[in-house]
């Protein structure tokens, strides 16, 4: 059964949730924004890291991403909120989204408005008429194919490569069969499989592209004297059992499933392939999800050995363990508990079942329990971070 | 598994609890990953598809989720699970050793 009811946007994407953005350009236009959206149910706060201060390409990262949020399925209509001197500019964050999507947009500036009491009551006007809009929207029928999901694994233990993995990567399969997107990302734990994706892709460009992907950061990393052991595996990975950083990402690139690799894609960037599809993003989960928003992604299944309590602003992470224990004591953070696969009672082919059920209940309406709990994370990436001398610095 | 033996004239049932079990998922693998924590000098069984494939005594104390080694391998052999390296050795192992951050070297980085 392929058939979702959901909402038709005017730019003919498909969406199974309906929030309005009040979208923050920079950070001191983030208290507005916030009590614009407090005030108005239907309307979520994106509120901005930086927005200003910031150099070279992180600031076509910060407005490919800001303007994907806006176009994202999910998304009836989207109110910019910026101060008004800040290097990322209202006027060009809304021409950015223009160019993506002719869904509700407005824009308002604290500086010409005159003040935040005014923009936050102007604001609330414009949120609350927008909001009644989405409303009024039917819903439609659409299908699996249009779907895109985001994968992501956080607080990996040994766990994670054994059960919720795999079986997510077999959910993956039958959703590409299904003529529908599922992304793969955080290019640090790729590293180690690239040979293997590689071996994997459409054609030799893209194969080509997968090694430049991972063997780039590596040189990053290196060039910077920094090693990429520091931070992955992490502390709680290595007391959950993984040693290296191989086999954490042997463990973790089963998410994606076995198809063909269509396209690699730069953080926050919209595929223009369906299938299998590799985005560049850092292994810090928020950043990482956000960026497979931006990518279209209207929905993410996240894998979690440790237990891991996320949600997103715009879309629902539904959160797998196979790891018993948390599935326990975790158990108001956790959707589905997989740890069956480990003591044999429950298999592979089960368990990717159980993921694909849930998937397509909650692309429906079925509420994760990110979203019963009100978690709305969100955060955009941000590299050439150097403002600092950083007077008496300590090696790590 | 239950044995019914006597002492004297009374009957005797002593429970030792099931086999501690372990997963190796990929028939190259060196390595399995234990499902439950287990002591030095217990004995396991090593499960791949749900079928067993190996006992081992195992040499020392092992977190729950980590892995022990099925062979015996020198100073720098690699080390396989998932059908692929995911490391080097530091020192040579016997089998039922523990096989973590001090035993194993990561190749990539």
Redesign the interface.
Same mark, same amino acid.
């Given at each position: 059964m392929n058939e979702l009811v959901g909402y038709r946007r005017p730019d003919g994407r498909f969406g199974i949730r309906n929030y309005v953005l009040i979208l923050s350009t920079v950070g001191c236009a983030n208290e507005t924004v916030k009590r614009i959206a407090d005030q108005v149910d239907g309307a979520v706060a994106i509120p901005n890291q930086k927005g200003c201060g910031q150099v070279g390409d992180s600031m076509e990262i910060l407005r490919r991403t800001m303007a994907g949020f806006a176009a994202n399925p999910n998304v009836y209509g989207t109110i910019v909120v910026g101060l008004g001197c800040e290097t990322n500019k209202p006027q060009v964050i809304a021409e950015r989204i223009r160019s993506l999507t002719n869904k509700p947009l407005e824009v308002m500036t604290i500086q010409a408005i005159g003040g935040t009491v005014k923009t936050i009551e102007a604001g609330i006007k414009l949120a609350q008429t927008m909001v009644a809009a989405g409303r009024r929207v039917e819903l439609s029928k659409g299908s699996l194919s249009e779907i895109t999901l985001a994968t992501n694994c956080g607080g990996s233990d040994a766990t994670s490569g054994l059960s919720p993995n795999p079986a997510l990567g077999l959910c993956s399969d039958r959703l590409i069969q299904a003529g529908g997107t599922v992304i793969l990302g955080e290019t640090t734990e790729l590293i180690g499989t690239e040979h293997i994706l590689a071996s994997r892709a459409k054609d030799t460009a893209t194969g080509e592209r997968i090694l430049e992907l991972v063997q780039g950061l590596e040189t990053t990393f290196a060039a910077m004297g920094l090693s990429v052991r520091g931070a992955n595996p992490t502390p709680g990975n290595m007391a959950g059992g993984l040693s290296t950083l191989e086999e954490k990402s042997l463990g973790g690139i089963s998410k994606l499933g076995s198809s063909m690799i269509n396209q690699v894609v730069r953080y926050g960037e919209m595929p223009t392939q369906k299938g299998a599809i590799i985005m560049d993003t850092p292994g810090y989960d928020i950043e990482s999800v956000s960026a497979m928003v931006a990518g279209g992604a209207q929905v993410c299944v996240f894998t979690t050995g440790r237990g891991n309590p996320i949600g997103n602003a715009i879309i629902p992470m539904i959160k797998i363990t196979g790891n018993g224990d948390t599935a326990q004591t975790m158990a108001d953070n956790i959707d589905l508990d997989l740890s069956g696969i480990l003591n044999a009672s429950l298999s592979l082919k089960e368990g990717g079942q159980l993921i694909y059920d849930r998937l397509i209940t909650t692309c429906m309406g079925e509420l994760t329990k990110s979203e019963i709990n009100g978690f709305k994370e969100i955060a955009i990436y941000r590299n050439n971070e150097v403002w600092c001398c950083n007077l008496d610095a300590e090696e790590v | 598994m239950s044995l019914l033996f006597s002492l004297g004239n009374q009957p005797f049932i002593l429970l030792a609890a099931d086999m501690k079990?372990a997963?190796a998922?990929n028939e190259r693998d060196t390595v399995c990953?234990v499902?439950d924590a287990v002591e030095a000098g217990e004995t396991i069984e090593v499960?791949r598809d749900?079928q067993v494939i190996q006992h081992l005594e195992v040499k020392e104390a092992v977190? %729950? +989720?980590?892995?022990v080694t099925l062979v015996a391998q020198s100073e720098d052999d690699e080390v396989i %699970? +998932?059908g692929?390296?995911?490391?080097q050795l530091n020192h040579d192992v016997q089998i039922g050793d523990l096989?973590?951050?001090d035993a194993?070297?990561?190749?990539?980085?």
């Open positions: - | 079990q997963i998922l990953t499902l499960l749900g977190p %729950k +989720y980590f892995k %699970k +998932y692929e390296i995911i490391g096989i973590h951050v194993l070297r990561s190749i990539k980085v």
